[in-house]
């Protein structure tokens, strides 16, 4: 019998797919305005990406991997903006992404059958804690969850299993449980499947 269900957060329980979408936009118009930008401008952001993921692969202490990302588009294709108008575009981006961020229907249905039969439900983010704070807020999420975990509070981020180990003891400080009672939901091996098999959880790939 299931007692305990923890969700991952994005592709999980919200859909950040026009979020990228509509954020990507606007970074490759506003690079457009104040430097030469090439039509292959989402190929350089994907080169980038793949760049920081190659050689951060082992850095367990990141959160916000946009602005690093970010942050080496502007290095590999000479985008040469100063600190003021980067922290001002930061600002921007991450807005825009909270407010194209959509709630799945169906995690809806499963988290109000959750409440509704007792089941205790806690929620794993990889992140920076004001900015998955505010989604969850916008969207007035935090009613659903009995604990909520963010890696950047943690300390750790969710190539670690520090997330979900937070938020288990969170878990167990409001009802007794084991192993094989809770169920852990992502869509990620790598972030999700691998730590909770490591704990003798329960699993279900999201794909």
Known sequence: MIK??????????????????????????YCINFCKVESIFNQKLLDARKQVQEEQTENTSIHDWDTIIFEQLFRNNNYNFNEEQKKKLYIILEDIFITRVKTYQDALFILNYCRNNNIKTGLT???????????????NLRQYFDAISISE?????????????????????????????????????DKDIIHAKKHNFKTALLQ
Do not use: H, M
Not at 126 to 139: L, M, S
Not at 165 to 187: A, R, S
């Open 4 to 29: 305990i269900i923890i969700f991952d957060f994005r592709d999980t329980i919200v859909n950040v797919k026009f979020s990228y979408l509509n954020r990507n936009n606007y970074l490759w118009n």
């Open 153 to 189: 509070e943690v300390g750790k981020n969710k190539f670690t299993d520090a997330v979900l180990v937070d938020c288990v003891n969170k878990l167990k400080q409001k009802t007794n449980f084991n192993p094989e009672e809770v169920l852990v939901i992502g869509d990620r091996i």
């Open 125 to 139: 983010i990889d992140g920076t804690k004001q900015r998955e704070n505010k989604i969850i807020d916008t969207y």
